[in-house]
Structures are given as C-alpha cells and as structure tokens.
C-alpha cells in the first residue's frame, strides 16, 4: 500500500473525508476506490458511494478477499442509511465471517455492530443481543468500542432499562474522544438526548403530563393498572394482556381508564370505539357485546361493569388506573415516529420495520402525504419519504419490540 492511500486510509479514520480525497480523488485503482467511495458515503452522497465500492470490489483480484469483504462492509453501512433494510444480511454476515479469518477485528466488529443495528430498527432485540454476545468490547479500538456501547444502550433504551443505558452511553462518549471523530460523538450526544426528552403522556384522574423515560419505567414497575397506548397492552404488576389486534376493545378500555373513576355514557363510548357520530339502537346493542368480550379479556385485571350512564373500570389488584399514551396522537403514529430520525426512508423499508405489508405501508405514506406531514422525492425504486425531526417525538416506545414482561 502506498503512502497516498495510507494517509488516505488515516483521514478517513479520523472522520476527515475532504482530506482523504485530496490525495486519492484522481485515482482509479481498487484501493483508491474503495476509500473514494467511503470518503463519497461520509459527505452524505450515497448514490456515488456505493457505485464507487462496487466498482472497487470487482477490481480487487481473486487473492484480495478482505479488501473485498471490507468493500461489503462499507456497502452495507450505506444500505443501513439509506434505510434499504432488504438489503441481504447473508452477504455481510460472509464478509465478516471473510474478515475474521484474515484477522482483521475491527472491521469484523464494524460488520456485526451493523447487523445489531439493523435488527434494533425492526424490533428483533433478543437477536441483537445475540449478535452482541459474541464481542469482546475491550479487544475493540475506540471508534469500534463506541459503536458497541451505543448498539448496547439501544437495546437497554427499547428495554426500558434506563439505568443501563445511561451506563452504556457514558461509556460510548469516552471511546468517541478517545477516537476523536467528531461525527461519532454528536451521535453518542444525540442518542444520550433521547433519555431526557418526553417519551410519553401519562393520562390519570382527567390530566395528563409528559414523563420521560425513566419516568416510564418506574411507573411500569409500580404496580399500577396500565392501558399502555404505545404497545396497546393492558398491564398490572402480573399480567399483561394484549388488545394489540383488537381495536375495539382497545378503544374502550382506553376510555374507561381515562375516565377512571367515573363512568363513561354509552354515547361517547359509541363514538370512541366505533366512530359513530350518532348512537342508534344497533351501536347500542353492538357496545354491549364490545363490553362483554372487554370483560372477559380483562377478567385477571378488571371488571367492566354497567352503570345508569354506561360503563365502568374497576381494578382487581392494583389502586389506581392510568393511560400511558405517545407523545404525540396521530392515526399513523408508528410510521411517523421512524421518518422522525431525518433518514429518507423508502415504503418498503418501512413495511420491514412495521412488520406490516407494503401496501398498509403505502396506504399510510400517502395519507399522511395528503395530510402535508410527510414528502416524498425520487422515483420508482429511488423513491424516499421523510419528514423533518418532530420535537418531543422520539421513537423508543413506538418501535416494535416487546417488553421482557409481555
């Protein structure tokens, strides 16, 4: 390797992308094409980055496998940004499997550090900590260690284990000034945000008031009786039970905890559950059933129970009911909490990361695009949505994933 490519090689370490391509920006062997396209992926021009790493890798020779594999590694950190969450994991799970045997550990870190990241944007937790099983932090250099630390706050932030994520987070900042890339740690600062930014409204007794994600975790250990309106799961200290492909259902036992103690009439409950602007004999007759299935649901936690005026919740265990709800309610609030990190996010993507299909993923872009809170640009398969960062709308509770109690 000549001494233009290793300074090269050096700015693009120490997040200096101009630098490196002032010595290798004229040059068109593999080498130089490959840190040419990582210099094009840190200025943000992703389309010309990838082409340049494609490039570069079929014109590394048939002896120059890890040259080639850490060309897929950079590969797949763009698809990562450019939120292609299609894009095969066996490929990178190869190359890093390349990279380990040729010994080269920190790209091999890098390669499953972006795995862990791409299975943390659609939900898969248990499988990140697998992936993160396998790391030894300490053998890391600092850029690497960083990034390790941060994918373990990630999983702690979705776990609602807080205390673990801030400790995580202390760790990430110190390897990124140990690394001194400056990128790395407005990253760590960003994500040490999400922490002290709302992450919910807590709704009890007819007011309501954010709580921030400490906040939530403590109140999900109380013991309360909880109509969680981010997982749609009703939950005490012992039991959860899921309304998640229940709407309805859902619907009322919002209503019933928000009015809790009183009751709610029949009229209201009409229009929360079924959208009715006017209670018939039929809506009547329909929120009975409705309330009698709830009952049952609920039997471990509450009991619904009629009233003069309607219905009521009253809990079997716990003192008090409460609504934990998003910080922002939106018919689309899913979709809209992942476009909320600034990324362009394609619908196909997005249906991966919904675990729904890419038509109720599209269905929802473009109501929300009617609606002016979301933009599109690109065509065909080019096509991006996004949306500016909405203040006070971080997406830890929306992501999909389950609590370790549900």
Known sequence: MDSLITAAARALAA???LGALNRVALRDDAPALALRGIAMA???????????????????????????ARCV????????????LGWPAKVLDAARATLETHGDHANAAHARNLEVRRLLLIGRLDEAERQLAGLDPALLPPAAKAAHALALAGIAIRRLHTAAARAALVRAGEAARQAGIPGLAAEVESASGVLDM?????????????????????????GAFVVDACRHVVRDAGTVVSLATRPVLFALARALAEAWPGDVSRDVLVARAFRAKHAD???RARLRVEAGRLRVALRALADVTATKRGFALAPRHAA???????????PHGAVLAFLADGEAWSSSALAIALDASPRTAQRALDQLAAAGKVQSFGRGRALRWMTPPVPG??????LPGPLPSD
């Open 320 to 330: 008090e009911i409460v609504v934990l709800a998003p910080p922002v309610d939106e």
């Open 198 to 222: 709302p992450a919910a409204r807590l709704i009890a007794r007819g007011e309501e008031r954010p709580l921030r994600l400490a906040e939530v975790e403590a109140l999900l250990a109380s």
């Open 281 to 283: 004999e039929s809506h």
């Open 393 to 398: 709308f971080p997406t830890t509770l929306l």
């Open 15 to 17: 997040g200096d992308p």
């Open 42 to 68: 840190q200025l943000g021009d992703l389309v010309r980055a990838k082409a340049l790493l494609r490039r570069a890798a079929r014109a590394f020779g048939p002896k120059e496998a890890m040259a080639r």
């Open 73 to 84: 590694v950079a590969e797949a950190e763009i698809a990562l940004v450019s939120r292609d």
